[in-house]
């Protein structure tokens, strides 16, 4: 039941984002969604290889780099950004610019993400 109720509301988010932010709007920040897309990337995978690195020194059972590529890979975007972007009020500066460009950063990322990672998972041998 739960799994259903959570289907319902974020696919609700999903359209209201949908209704709220043209196709016009995002092409028009794409320059900042790719950015903001590779920057998200990098900054994750800076902060799971350090840590993983430094967790892999006190476990006995060492995260092979191979899963970190993939949970690096693995962390899309989703309903949580859209909710925050959904909840800028009018008078918030360039509120219509950061909804574009999150709404632009989830869907590049489940696109990107998501199609490939069939082929990030057998590129590292993680299938």
Known sequence: MWEKIVFLSETMLFVAIGIEVSSIQVLRTLPVVLTTLLLLIGVRAGVIYGIVNLLNQVIKDPVPVS???VIIWGGMHGVIPIALALSLGPSVPFGSQLRSAVFGVVIASMIIQGLS???????TGVT
């Open 67 to 69: 899963y970190q590529h």
């Open 117 to 123: 990672m069939t082929s990030v998972l057998k590129a």
